[in-house]
């Protein structure tokens, strides 16, 4: 049985690459997930339906697995994101004042966006950079010995660019 | 393309040669200081002063002080420099005939250098990770020649059991016999085995994994191919972090050169020898290190563990004979079998051969990647090779293994480093991060923190782990706020002891060794929290008045 694309988008095109790749086989769940959640930024309801049918998984198992991992996010993401990495090292060099700080300045908490779409507050659980703690990623990009000041003075920029 | 020939234009590159390489860390320490632009810079002050024909600048792996980031080596002038930027370029350039540049110099005499053995990281700093070519000249490969063309599978088992060689992901089981195992295994009807590198590094604190994979991808092809040789497999499977995006994208790149070479694929080296990788993305899911929920996980669901036996040696994806070894284990392999198992155990202790890779970090001068002989003391690692406690602060404990080990005192500092002693600590020796904490860290607070960690990672299959750990975190938080009393306490032990005797994995089963080791080595700490209300390092905010 071949599933009907949710819409005329072409990043399905994607999506219907890996699937293919990997012969719509059920097993293949995660990696194509991946795939969704990288061409549409997170994994909306209909996406997984339309992986749900065309892998001939039931859409429980398909929900059961998403909201299984951590990675994958249901939610869209803001324009960018500040993902803290809260692993041992940088907790031990102050990682919960950095976030703190980040959570009063714009006024969010950990997993969620700020009201104008701008900015998506994340916690990692280790980045793999404990040499360079505290460390923060900010749109795909590891800044390394992090101050509170030099976060503030980022996220600034980052946020007043786009006003 | 043969491997010959691809050897012949590595001998002719080198001929045409350049006198000097200018080789530039491009892993991800140094690349979020931004090396690429220091590379870039170089690449230009060498055309600038027109020194192409005997300079190459080179992105190479990690080079070990990440600290010091962005790290420089010059090969010729045998120097490294620390804390390079876009501005010192021209400098270094200009400083090739004649003295290394002063200034930038790091102390490659210091004990973080000279105290180090290397066998996983002999090729970290020195090749490039995205070139065959690089691994090939390093003497890449010829550990699998060699299998291929003079050793019987039976022979490889032979070599690495000799060496001595135990499991790096943590549990140290011997290798050998691991691959023995899935060798002898009973096939099912479809006749396939497979091998699968377990690289969801996911302990907090350690990136040896990461730093392998991006700085010599193709020593863990290699490895894998051995054993998939040695056991008689065909596919492979490499489970790596999705949080890990360079590292995947360097092993892509390890896997097609790979293929395009000949040392993957069908008919490996013209021998009847086939193997094929592909890389699995994990999806954030700290659970999924456990064999069992790895598997799982490769399958396209949820990544829950299950019971053992069967272990997969026997039964493991689809169903199939399957070998799981960490990347560093696979990392060993090549070099055992091209100097043999008795070579490698000579280095180590008696039960423990070899070396590990730790990776430094948390409140110590030098943090990096280090790669030290099994059996050197920790004071040895904390105060000569990552040079001790900055400010003038006092150590007060070092945490290893992760969420599934324990935190070692100041009087244990004189305790070897190898699997039976750090276990008889209440510790592991787990993957390798090794976390120092001096005394403005709450021996309480770090209990928490692992707690909290296990108990979000908790995959919620078994009792246990799912309410055990929600449980003790809940008295935790308790005695970092002030509320808890002595009862509480009891209440936790008892709980500790349960959680670890019942549970189905090894997440939860270790889940109260942090706590448990802290409260063997700080019970002070605990007796503060609940009897004074008081944090001794001011980390917990105590929200509760003191009753009289």
Redesign the interface.
């Given at each position: 049985m071949k599933a009907e694309r949710p819409s005329d988008d072409k990043r399905w095109r994607l999506v219907d690459t890996t699937m293919r790749r990997h012969g719509h086989h059920?097993?293949?769940?995660?990696?194509v997930?991946?795939t969704v959640q990288e061409s549409f930024g997170y994994l909306e309801e209909e996406a997984l339906r339309y992986v749900a049918v065309s892998l001939r998984?039931p859409m429980s198992?398909v929900y059961?697995?998403a909201t299984?991992?951590?990675?994958?996010s249901l939610k869209p993401q803001g324009k960018h994101t500040c993902v803290v990495c809260?692993?041992?090292?940088?907790?031990?060099?102050g990682a919960q004042n950095l976030l703190n700080s980040v959570e009063s300045k714009m006024k969010i908490k950990p997993g969620e966006t700020t009201s104008d779409g701008e900015l998506s507050l994340l916690t990692?659980?280790?980045?793999?950079?404990?040499?360079?703690?505290p460390?923060v990623v900010i749109d795909?990009?590891?800044?390394?010995n992090v101050t509170e000041a030099k976060l503030s003075e980022r996220i600034g920029r980052l946020v007043q660019n786009e006003l | 393309m043969s491997s010959d020939q691809t050897l012949n234009q590595v001998n002719a590159n080198n001929a045409r040669g350049s006198e000097y390489s200018i080789n530039v860390c491009v892993a991800a320490g140094c690349l979020s200081s931004g090396s690429d632009k220091v590379k870039e810079s170089l690449d230009h002050e060498v055309r600038e002063h027109e020194l192409d024909h005997k300079c190459q600048v080179k992105g190479v792996g990690c080079l070990g002080l990440c600290s010091q980031g962005t790290l420089v080596a010059v090969e010729k002038q045998n120097v490294i420099y620390k804390q390079v930027t876009q501005t010192d370029a021209k400098e270094i350039v200009e400083s090739l005939d004649k003295g290394p540049v002063e200034r930038l110099k790091c102390d490659t005499d210091s004990p973080f250098f000279r105290r180090q053995t290397k066998i996983v990281l002999e090729n970290s700093g020195i090749i490039d990770p995205e070139k065959i070519e690089d691994y090939l000249a390093a003497d890449g490969y010829s550990g699998l020649t060699t299998a291929l063309t003079e050793m019987s599978p039976h022979d490889i088992i032979d070599q690495i059991s000799r060496s001595g060689l135990r499991g790096r992901g943590g549990a140290g089981y011997p290798t050998g016999l691991k691959w023995s195992t899935v060798a002898k295994a009973k096939l099912q009807s479809d006749g396939k085995k497979y091998v699968i590198c377990n690289a969801d590094e996911g302990d907090p604190g350690a990136f040896m994994d990461r730093s392998v994979l991006e700085s010599d991808p193709f020593r863990v092809l290699e490895g894998m191919a051995i054993a998939a040789y040695a056991t008689g497999a065909t596919h492979g499977y490499i489970y790596v972090r999705a949080e890990y995006p360079l590292a995947v994208k360097r092993l892509r790149t390890a896997i097609r050169q790979a293929e395009k070479n000949g040392y993957l694929g069908n008919n490996i080296l013209e021998t009847t020898f086939s193997f094929r990788i592909d890389i699995r993305l994990g999806a954030g899911a700290f659970v999924c290190g456990e064999e069992t929920a790895l598997i799982a996980s490769i399958e396209g669901k949820r990544g829950t563990p299950r019971p053992r036996p069967p272990y997969p040696a026997q039964s493991g994806l689809w169903g199939a004979p399957t070998l799981i070894n960490n990347v560093e284990t696979y990392a060993n392999v090549p070099s055992i079998v091209r100097h043999g198992g008795e070579w490698f155990a000579k280095i180590g202790t008696e039960k423990s051969k070899g070396t590990k890779v730790f990776a430094l970090a948390g409140r110590v001068r030098n943090t990096g990647l280090i790669e030290v002989p099994i059996g050197i003391s920790l004071r040895e690692v904390i105060y000569d090779i990552a040079g001790g406690i900055p400010d003038n602060k006092k150590f007060k404990a070092v945490q290893t293994g992760g969420p599934s080990g324990g935190c070692i005192p100041a009087e244990q500092l004189d305790m070897k480093v190898d699997y039976e002693t750090l276990a008889q600590a209440g510790s592991i020796m787990g993957s390798g991060g090794m976390i120092v904490a001096d005394e403005t860290s709450c021996m309480v607070d770090v209990a928490k923190f692992f707690m909290e960690f296990c108990m979000t990672e908790s995959c919620g299959k078994c009792v246990p782990c799912r309410v055990g750990t929600a449980q003790m975190y809940e008295i935790l938080n308790k005695i970092t706020t002030g509320h808890a009393t002595m009862q509480d306490l009891d209440n936790l032990k008892e709980l500790c002891a349960m959680v670890q005797s019942t549970s189905l994995c090894g997440l939860g089963q270790s889940s109260p060794n942090p706590v448990l080791s802290t409260l063997r080595y700080f019970p002070k700490e605990y007796e503060e929290h609940i009897l004074h209300k008081k944090c001794p390092a001011g980390v917990c905010k105590m929200t509760a008045e003191i009753s009289k």
């Amino acid at each position: 049985m071949k599933a009907e694309r949710p819409s005329d988008d072409k990043r399905w095109r994607l999506v219907d690459t890996t699937m293919r790749r990997h012969g719509h086989h059920p097993n293949s769940l995660i990696e194509v997930l991946h795939t969704v959640q990288e061409s549409f930024g997170y994994l909306e309801e209909e996406a997984l339906r339309y992986v749900a049918v065309s892998l001939r998984v039931p859409m429980s198992k398909v929900y059961g697995v998403a909201t299984f991992y951590q990675f994958f996010s249901l939610k869209p993401q803001g324009k960018h994101t500040c993902v803290v990495c809260m692993g041992t090292a940088c907790y031990i060099k102050g990682a919960q004042n950095l976030l703190n700080s980040v959570e009063s300045k714009m006024k969010i908490k950990p997993g969620e966006t700020t009201s104008d779409g701008e900015l998506s507050l994340l916690t990692a659980r280790c980045v793999g950079s404990c040499g360079l703690a505290p460390a923060v990623v900010i749109d795909n990009e590891v800044l390394g010995n992090v101050t509170e000041a030099k976060l503030s003075e980022r996220i600034g920029r980052l946020v007043q660019n786009e006003l | 393309m043969s491997s010959d020939q691809t050897l012949n234009q590595v001998n002719a590159n080198n001929a045409r040669g350049s006198e000097y390489s200018i080789n530039v860390c491009v892993a991800a320490g140094c690349l979020s200081s931004g090396s690429d632009k220091v590379k870039e810079s170089l690449d230009h002050e060498v055309r600038e002063h027109e020194l192409d024909h005997k300079c190459q600048v080179k992105g190479v792996g990690c080079l070990g002080l990440c600290s010091q980031g962005t790290l420089v080596a010059v090969e010729k002038q045998n120097v490294i420099y620390k804390q390079v930027t876009q501005t010192d370029a021209k400098e270094i350039v200009e400083s090739l005939d004649k003295g290394p540049v002063e200034r930038l110099k790091c102390d490659t005499d210091s004990p973080f250098f000279r105290r180090q053995t290397k066998i996983v990281l002999e090729n970290s700093g020195i090749i490039d990770p995205e070139k065959i070519e690089d691994y090939l000249a390093a003497d890449g490969y010829s550990g699998l020649t060699t299998a291929l063309t003079e050793m019987s599978p039976h022979d490889i088992i032979d070599q690495i059991s000799r060496s001595g060689l135990r499991g790096r992901g943590g549990a140290g089981y011997p290798t050998g016999l691991k691959w023995s195992t899935v060798a002898k295994a009973k096939l099912q009807s479809d006749g396939k085995k497979y091998v699968i590198c377990n690289a969801d590094e996911g302990d907090p604190g350690a990136f040896m994994d990461r730093s392998v994979l991006e700085s010599d991808p193709f020593r863990v092809l290699e490895g894998m191919a051995i054993a998939a040789y040695a056991t008689g497999a065909t596919h492979g499977y490499i489970y790596v972090r999705a949080e890990y995006p360079l590292a995947v994208k360097r092993l892509r790149t390890a896997i097609r050169q790979a293929e395009k070479n000949g040392y993957l694929g069908n008919n490996i080296l013209e021998t009847t020898f086939s193997f094929r990788i592909d890389i699995r993305l994990g999806a954030g899911a700290f659970v999924c290190g456990e064999e069992t929920a790895l598997i799982a996980s490769i399958e396209g669901k949820r990544g829950t563990p299950r019971p053992r036996p069967p272990y997969p040696a026997q039964s493991g994806l689809w169903g199939a004979p399957t070998l799981i070894n960490n990347v560093e284990t696979y990392a060993n392999v090549p070099s055992i079998v091209r100097h043999g198992g008795e070579w490698f155990a000579k280095i180590g202790t008696e039960k423990s051969k070899g070396t590990k890779v730790f990776a430094l970090a948390g409140r110590v001068r030098n943090t990096g990647l280090i790669e030290v002989p099994i059996g050197i003391s920790l004071r040895e690692v904390i105060y000569d090779i990552a040079g001790g406690i900055p400010d003038n602060k006092k150590f007060k404990a070092v945490q290893t293994g992760g969420p599934s080990g324990g935190c070692i005192p100041a009087e244990q500092l004189d305790m070897k480093v190898d699997y039976e002693t750090l276990a008889q600590a209440g510790s592991i020796m787990g993957s390798g991060g090794m976390i120092v904490a001096d005394e403005t860290s709450c021996m309480v607070d770090v209990a928490k923190f692992f707690m909290e960690f296990c108990m979000t990672e908790s995959c919620g299959k078994c009792v246990p782990c799912r309410v055990g750990t929600a449980q003790m975190y809940e008295i935790l938080n308790k005695i970092t706020t002030g509320h808890a009393t002595m009862q509480d306490l009891d209440n936790l032990k008892e709980l500790c002891a349960m959680v670890q005797s019942t549970s189905l994995c090894g997440l939860g089963q270790s889940s109260p060794n942090p706590v448990l080791s802290t409260l063997r080595y700080f019970p002070k700490e605990y007796e503060e929290h609940i009897l004074h209300k008081k944090c001794p390092a001011g980390v917990c905010k105590m929200t509760a008045e003191i009753s009289k």
